[in-house]
Nanobody, 122 residues
Framework: QVQLVESGGGLVQAGGSLTVSCVAS????????IGWFRQNSGKEREFVGS???????MYADSVKGRFIISTDNAENTVFLQMSSLQPEDTAVYYC????????????????WGQGTQVTVSS
């Protein structure tokens, strides 16, 4: 089974950019649908975007045009490039793996990383 580890979170000013990474081990990430989710305290885990085994991407409306998911097969890593960040983007960001071909519900994802905190100051 795949193990996932996120990194790259931090503090950024509103309007800034940040890229978080998700390194997979134990299996190739390209065998799974990889999703990015975020969760703020007291709120439900929210779908951010995903990349399919065939490279297709989809995004939540709230991040479309600002966030981009990219991959590095050689490093077995998936990236979430975030730009034009706003305070409402503040959350713990998680990557997750699913055997579904497409899914936005967190219940469809079986494997999760530990998360990385992104804080956007106003």
């Amino acid at each position: 089974q795949v193990q996932l580890v996120e990194s790259g979170g931090g503090l950024v000013q509103a309007g800034g950019s940040l890229t978080v990474s998700c390194v997979a081990s134990g299996d190739s990430f390209s065998n799974y649908l990889i999703g990015w989710f975020r969760q703020n305290s007291g709120k439900e885990r929210e779908f951010v975007g995903s990349v399919s085994p065939y490279g297709g991407t989809m995004y939540a409306d709230s991040v479309k045009g600002r966030f981009i998911i990219s991959t590095d097969n050689a490093e077995n890593t998936v990236f979430l490039q975030m730009s034009s960040l706003q305070p409402e983007d503040t959350a713990v960001y998680y990557c997750a793996a699913s055997t579904f071909s497409a899914a936005t519900a967190y219940s469809a994802y079986d494997y999760w990383g530990q998360g990385t905190q992104v804080t956007v100051s106003s």
